[in-house]
């Protein structure tokens, strides 16, 4: 069985590489397919999925929700799944792929060498789901922080059983319930 994930960009694609082995059972093989930003994402959609080859295949789309309302976004997105096929997941990272990091400050300190698990107990940290501009948050606490090279080193010391971005959580539940569905 294969998993098709279509994501935004390459940060996501280097977070996946990492994640997906602990996520995926062995007998999964993960195919990550990388867009150039949303615009190239949401114009691909329907051709990508209208013309896939394998029908055995499964779809996941990842995408980041910025600052539309999540509700609509995953509509826009379904309308323009149905056109291809209708065997896909649509997962939106609340509000960006560095919200997830935020979920997890215990690896961004194991990534960085700074402790930064404590500013999670601070409240505009708690909820990491709702920070506005995280990447610039995160920033501002690793100055150094570029979103490739980041989710390499992030990557690989994230929990994926504990993290407080409900984003993520259910992100890595639903790959792991598509997994689960018979052929």
Same mark, same amino acid.
């Given at each position: 069985?294969?998993?098709?994930?279509?994501?935004?960009?390459?940060?996501?694609?280097?977070?996946?590489?990492?994640?997906?082995?602990?996520?995926? @059972?062995?007998?999964?093989? @993960? %195919?990550? *397919?990388?867009?150039?930003?949303? =615009?190239? %994402?949401? #114009? =691909?959609?329907?051709?990508?999925?209208?013309?896939?080859?394998?029908?055995?295949?499964?779809?996941?789309? *990842?995408?980041?929700?910025? =600052?539309?309302?999540?509700?609509?976004?995953?509509?826009?997105?379904?309308?323009?799944?149905?056109?291809?096929? $209708?065997?896909?997941?649509? +997962?939106?990272?609340?509000?960006?792929?560095? =919200?997830?990091?935020?979920?997890?400050?215990?690896?961004?300190?194991?990534?960085?060498?700074?402790? /930064? !698990?404590?500013? !999670?107990?601070?409240?505009?940290?708690?909820?990491?789901?709702?920070?506005?501009?995280?990447?610039?948050?995160?920033?501002?606490?690793?100055?150094? /922080?570029?979103?490739?090279?980041?989710?390499?080193?992030? !990557?690989?010391?994230?929990?994926?059983? $504990?993290?407080?971005?409900?984003?993520? #959580?259910?992100?890595?539940?639903? *790959?792991? +319930?598509?997994?689960?569905?018979?052929?």
């Amino acid at each position: 069985m294969r998993i098709v994930f279509m994501v935004e960009e390459r940060s996501m694609k280097e977070l996946l590489e990492v994640l997906l082995p602990r996520i995926l @059972p062995v007998d999964v093989e @993960p %195919l990550i *397919v990388t867009h150039n930003g949303k =615009s190239d %994402l949401q #114009n =691909s959609l329907p051709k990508k999925l209208r013309g896939w080859q394998s029908l055995s295949d499964r779809f996941v789309i *990842v995408h980041d929700q910025d =600052s539309n309302d999540c509700h609509k976004l995953k509509t826009a997105l379904k309308l323009l799944c149905e056109k291809g096929r $209708n065997d896909y997941l649509i +997962r939106i990272v609340c509000i960006e792929l560095e =919200s997830w990091y935020f979920g997890d400050l215990t690896a961004v300190s194991l990534a960085y060498g700074e402790d /930064y !698990a404590q500013l !999670a107990a601070k409240e505009k940290f708690r909820a990491p789901d709702k920070i506005k501009n995280a990447k610039k948050e995160l920033r501002k606490i690793v100055p150094t /922080y570029q979103p490739i090279d980041g989710a390499k080193k992030i !990557a690989i010391h994230m929990n994926i059983d $504990n993290n407080t971005s409900p984003s993520f #959580n259910v992100f890595v539940s639903g *790959v792991k +319930r598509i997994c689960c569905i018979q052929k």
